[in-house]
């Protein structure tokens, strides 16, 4: 799915990420949440940079994950669209004045791949997971292109998505 993923013609991923984008923004209109976690893509992931900028415009606080500790839940920082951003020490992009947040109301959870059942698969670290272990459990979406819908069959440790977006 990676390699997939890497090997998209730029056009199609542009096409494909602006439907993402207005889907991301639909299910934004029908929970409401004053915040949402977005991700800053890497690997290919779709990028959302449209969907932040009307998200923004609609009053939502934005926020991007940030890891603290190793095999613990992400904290999370606001982010201001267009803010200088740096590279922390695991290589993730984040905002350059770091202004720490309670979990936001909503989470926007890149998937390398999912299944039916909401589970996704990412990187392998775990994070997300930890994360929405932890209570409140905030509304959930994923985001994948459609080839990473696969049948896996979930771990102990695996918490669904309470949905999954994809430019299909």
């Known amino acids: 799915m990676a390699s997939r993923r890497a090997a998209l013609d730029p056009a199609v991923k542009a096409e494909w990420?602006?439907?993402?984008?207005?889907?991301?923004?639909?299910w934004w209109h029908t929970v409401q949440v004053p915040s949402v976690a977005v991700y800053w893509p890497i690997r290919g992931e779709p990028d959302l940079a449209v969907a932040c900028d009307a998200l923004a415009g609609l009053g939502v606080q934005l926020a991007l994950p940030v890891v603290l500790q190793k095999a613990a839940p992400l904290s999370f920082a606001e982010w201001r669209f267009?803010?200088?951003m740096v590279k922390d020490a695991m290589g993730m992009v984040i905002p350059a004045q770091l202004r720490l947040m309670e979990k936001p109301a909503g989470i926007v959870i890149p998937c390398l791949g999912f299944n039916a059942a909401?589970?996704?698969?990412?990187?392998?670290?775990?994070?997300?997971?930890?994360?929405?272990?932890?209570?409140?459990?905030?509304?959930?979406?994923?985001?994948?292109?459609?080839f990473g819908r696969v049948e896996f069959a979930s771990a102990p440790y695996d918490v669904a998505l309470d949905l999954v977006l994809t430019e299909a």
């Open 17 to 26: 990420d602006g439907r993402i984008c207005h889907k991301l923004v639909e």
């Open 118 to 146: 909401g589970f996704r698969l990412g990187y392998g670290g775990g994070y997300y997971d930890r994360t929405l272990e932890t209570q409140p459990r905030p509304r959930t979406v994923g985001v994948a292109y459609e």
């Open 82 to 84: 267009g803010e200088d």
